[in-house]
């Protein structure tokens, strides 16, 4: 299954913003900073993590839905297999 082109530049765009939030929160953990404040950094890493691969699965499902073909029907299977594993 192939990604639009579009999707996988603001994914990757998206996912160098979260590379950068782990670097911070590495140094926070070092520098000794408020549980508190590192827990809430680490939340939101986690949800910039889980909008990028909601993001390439919601594309791939946009595909998949306009598609009857017998490897649409496995993509969609996979697809699901994927969403649910992000859930």
Known sequence: MEMDE???ADVVKRLRRVQGQVGGL???IE???D???VITQLAAASRALDRAGFKLIASGL???VS???EQAVADRAQLEKLFLALA
Do not use: F, I, N, T
């Open 31 to 33: 520098s000794g900073r």
């Open 6 to 8: 579009d999707v996988l």
């Open 62 to 64: 946009e595909k998949c």
């Open 26 to 28: 590495v140094q926070m």
């Open 67 to 69: 598609d009857d073909s």
């Open 35 to 37: 549980c508190k404040d």
